[in-house]
């Protein structure tokens, strides 16, 4: 890889020497960049806990790292064709429904808060078992995404239902 030379990278590019795996790489090490570069403890977003934001980064660079890693291994594995393509745009349809999911957790979360101060209960959001909740909803979010996405990675790589679907479309 190519990391400071951009005109050495960019006559690779004219020339067409610059695989779909090389491609992969660079976007693996883009994701990972940004993840670091926004969940870094102390980088100037949401005050966590120290600890919890050490585990939410390490979280997020793991999920990072094994989801696309997956998608790319079952295309690569699949009809190998078009992974950007499909990332690109599974990535964006993934992503709202995990928005969704979201929403409908937390719509069912804040009834269950009033439902709990009704009977006089409070649901722990401070401390160290706030801190647990948090990181458990961030991973579950996670888990969300990604098994979504790689589903349907391998749903357009099973070659015999990719062609049943592209002959419908």
């Known amino acids: 890889m190519i990391w400071f030379k ?11 020497k610059v695989s779909e795996f ?13 993840a670091l570069l926004k969940y870094f403890p102390g980088g100037g977003g949401e005050s966590y806990a120290i600890w919890a934001s050490y585990v939410r980064l390490m979280i997020v660079l793991v999920a990072i790292s094994w989801g696309i890693g997956k998608t790319f ?5 699949g009809d190998n064709k078009d992974y950007f393509k499909r990332l690109i745009s599974l990535s964006l349809v ?4 995990t928005i969704v999911v979201f929403f409908i957790f937390a719509a069912i979360m804040v009834t269950a808060n009033l439902v709990a101060k009704l009977f006089g209960f409070t649901l722990i959001r401070e401390g ?3 801190e647990i909740w948090k990181l458990a909803t961030f991973l579950s979010l996670q888990l969300v995404y990604y098994y979504i996405l790689i589903s349907s990675f391998k749903r357009v790589n099973a070659t015999s239902k990719y062609e049943r679907y592209a002959e419908g479309i």
Not at 6 to 16: D, F, R, T, V
Not at 22 to 34: A, C, D, G, R
Not at 94 to 97: A, D, G
Request: aromatic share 14%.
């Open 6 to 16: 951009i005109k050495e990278l960019e006559k690779l590019l004219i020339a067409g």
């Open 22 to 34: 090389l491609t992969y790489k660079y976007l693996l090490s883009h994701l990972l960049l940004f």
């Open 73 to 77: 291994e079952i295309n690569r594995t």
């Open 94 to 97: 993934s992503s709202l429904r």
């Open 128 to 130: 160290f078992w706030g």
